[in-house]
């Protein structure tokens, strides 16, 4: 079980990044993939998740209208489109696989982790 988050950085307010996360076939095939936060000193939180098959999505409030997630089943990958990111957007981002989009909005029910990637938003 793999999965590889990568495509952090430091940019500034207003400015975009695309995140990826890279899984083996076997954790890929059939499972919902999520995208996590953790900023220092605070709980991971959950940013956004697609199901399997890329039909059903679900994102934060507070990232709504500013991230898409996305899913290349060919590729193996999922990709995390972060726009007008924010000061408050800073974190390690993490992504994980799970049964489904839906469950996965809860932190708790992510199966198979990967490491993360940081993000910072500067002022």
């Known amino acids: 079980v793999q999965l590889q988050a990568s495509g952090g950085g430091l940019v500034q307010a207003g400015g975009s990044l695309r995140l990826s996360c890279a899984a083996s076939?076997?954790?890929?095939?059939?499972?919902?993939v999520g995208w996590f936060r953790q900023a220092p000193g605070k709980e991971r939180e959950f940013v956004a998740a697609?199901?399997?098959?890329?039909?059903?999505?679900y994102s934060a409030d507070s990232v709504k209208g500013r991230f898409t997630i996305s899913r290349d089943n060919a590729k193996n990958t999922v990709y995390l489109q972060m726009n007008n990111l924010k000061p408050e957007d800073t974190a390690v981002y993490y992504c994980?696989?799970?049964?489904?989009?839906?469950?996965?909005?809860?932190?708790?029910?992510?199966?198979?982790w990967g490491q993360g990637t940081q993000v910072t938003v500067s002022s």
């Open positions: 076939e076997r954790t890929f095939n059939n499972n919902a």
């Open positions: 994980a696989a799970g049964p489904s989009a839906s469950t996965l909005r809860s932190v708790t029910t992510a199966r198979y």
């Open positions: 697609i199901s399997w098959d890329g039909g059903i999505t």
